[in-house]
């Protein structure tokens, strides 16, 4: 039996609202889905790898050094004063070199190099690196402070080494050319004849080769980024390529070789997340991000805050911080024992940078009130110093990113060395970073044509064709019901609801009052 052509039309409408539901909800994300997990990969085919090899456009390298104002005070056992100057605005450009991949693991060898470039245009007003500021002198204070923990029985060496060192210093702090610090580097006179000052030299030579810039005669020099400008690192980071599982993408697995480091301990050792530059796609608000530093030599684990937006693209913000060692179970294992852990804040990186610094949000944001309150001068802001990453949560992009941290060195005091005798023995600031990427209009029309644009027209489409099969499927059963209906409609209502007159009659007589004869 032939079916009537609406009926026809019904079914077609059907089938299109279901291929709407089928396509729009299940077959376009199924391909979606799939073709990003090519994509997101570290393969040589992909734009991503690409861009993780040579990032194509520069990051923003702030650098805010602290001035202490009151040198002699502090020196004397008064609070240190200091005032922010900066940001000293640089261009970092990052690349890996010397790259080796390995198939029958699925992962890659690199070694890293950065490139800073001084932007004056982008550096805070009137700001030209020459300036001199004052603060404590990094070098010495570093020695003195690794000595007093690891050998205190040879601060009285370690003392007349730095007299002849730096010829007879009346005190710990130095007025110093900022990019003189930051990159050329300070001298340290290692041209010495004596003993203290040429055993102190020895071990500099041996154990600080990775940090010095050697000159002749003798002469040293120290920075805080010198070594690391244009010069690739030594170090060899290993991770994952994503092809095998494409959530493993990034995923830092072995360090020099090694799959853990022999720096903290028990589970503080372990390499965990990626190496920062990448991380996996079809990331929710449930997931917490893992990414490791090798700078800091630990893992940081980034919680979801909100939901954001970034040029027009919906994106899930995560903050961080350096955490509260000592109140953490989780994080104890970065201090020797718990009860050395330092207070909430702050962490100690004398294992991981080979000097007694340490590491905390800028200005101390975070710390107990009794660390901010021990400097005069800061002042902790949130929307200014903590750590923020804005993701793209379907390809795992960074939109934004802004990770700071500020190093610290404890003002020591000691009646051991001269200079140390009446410092306030506070920990005090040296200097912040902050590293931040936003990307630029190409890369973000890119992601809107290549990812959001397909999104947006599936999107319209699935609804057209749902809302047109529903449309055209409830025409077609109004006409296939339309006899029904249009009886429906001409019958006359008033006809069912008439009422027998006789009975109406009889039921009102009853309504009439009874009639009394007297």
């Not at 991380?279 to 030599?297: A, K, M, Q, V, Y």
């Not at 994106?315 to 989780?330: H, K, V, W």
Request: net charge neutral.
């Amino acid at each position: 039996m032939q079916l009537p052509k609406h009926l026809k039309i019904a079914g077609g409408c059907s089938a299109a609202a279901i291929f709407g539901v089928l396509f729009g909800w299940v077959i376009f994300p199924t391909i979606l889905k799939s073709q990003l997990k090519k994509e997101m990969t570290l393969s040589k085919k992909t734009d991503v790898r690409k861009m993780w090899e040579k990032i194509p456009f520069a990051l923003d390298f702030k650098v805010y050094l602290f001035n202490y104002t009151n040198p002699d005070e502090v020196h004397k056992g008064a609070l240190p004063i200091v005032k922010e100057i900066g940001p000293y605005h640089f261009e970092e450009w990052k690349e890996k070199v010397e790259v080796e991949e390995h198939d029958d693991t699925d992962t890659i060898d690199y070694k890293r190099r950065d490139t800073f470039i001084f932007n004056k245009m982008l550096s805070g007003p009137g700001l030209t690196g020459e300036e001199v500021i004052v603060l404590p002198n990094v070098f010495m204070m570093g020695i003195i402070s690794k000595v007093y923990i690891e050998k205190p029985a040879m601060l009285n060496m370690i003392g007349k080494a730095i007299n002849s060192i730096y010829d007879n210093p009346t005190s710990i702090f130095s007025s110093v050319n900022v990019m003189d610090l930051l990159f050329r580097g300070t001298i340290i006179n290692c041209n010495q004849n004596e003993f203290a000052p040429k055993a102190v030299c020895t071990a500099l030579k041996k154990e600080g080769a990775d940090k010095l810039i050697y000159e002749p005669n003798n002469q040293y020099r120290f920075s805080l980024f010198g070594k690391r400008n244009g010069t690739v690192d030594s170090q060899v980071v290993t991770v994952k390529r994503g092809m095998k599982n494409v959530m493993d993408v990034g995923k830092v697995v072995a360090l020099d070789g090694k799959t853990e480091q022999d720096i903290w301990r028990d589970q503080c050792n372990e390499l965990i997340g990626t190496d920062g530059t990448v991380f996996p796609p079809f990331l929710t608000e449930f997931d917490r991000l893992e990414s490791f530093s090798t700078e800091l030599c630990r893992t940081f684990k980034p919680w979801y805050q909100k939901k954001t937006s970034y040029n027009g693209i919906k994106t899930n913000r995560y903050i961080a911080n350096i955490g509260d060692l000592a109140n953490d179970p989780e994080l104890q294992c970065y201090c020797d024992e718990p009860s050395s852990c330092p207070p909430k804040g702050l962490m100690n990186m004398a294992k991981c940078m080979g000097v007694q610094m340490f590491a905390s949000l800028p200005h101390f944001y975070g710390c107990e009130q009794n660390i901010i309150n021990n400097v005069k001068g800061l002042n902790p802001d949130v929307n200014e110093h903590e750590i923020v990453i804005d993701f793209e949560p379907i390809t795992g992009t960074p939109m934004v990113a802004k990770q700071r941290v500020q190093l610290s060195m404890q003002l020591l005091k000691t009646d051991k060395i001269e200079l140390c005798k009446n410092l306030p023995d506070v920990i005090s600031p040296l200097f912040w970073i902050e590293e931040g990427i936003a990307l630029n209009k190409t890369f973000v029309n890119m992601l809107k044509h290549q990812l959001f644009l397909p999104k947006r027209i599936v999107g319209v489409v699935r609804w057209l064709l749902v809302s047109s099969g529903l449309l055209g499927l409830l025409a077609c059963l109004v006409f296939h019901f339309k006899d029904n209906i249009m009886r429906f409609a001409v019958s006359d209502p008033v006809a069912a609801t008439k009422v027998n007159p006789e009975a109406e009659q009889k039921d009102n007589s009853i309504l009439e009052p009874a009639k009394i004869e007297i």
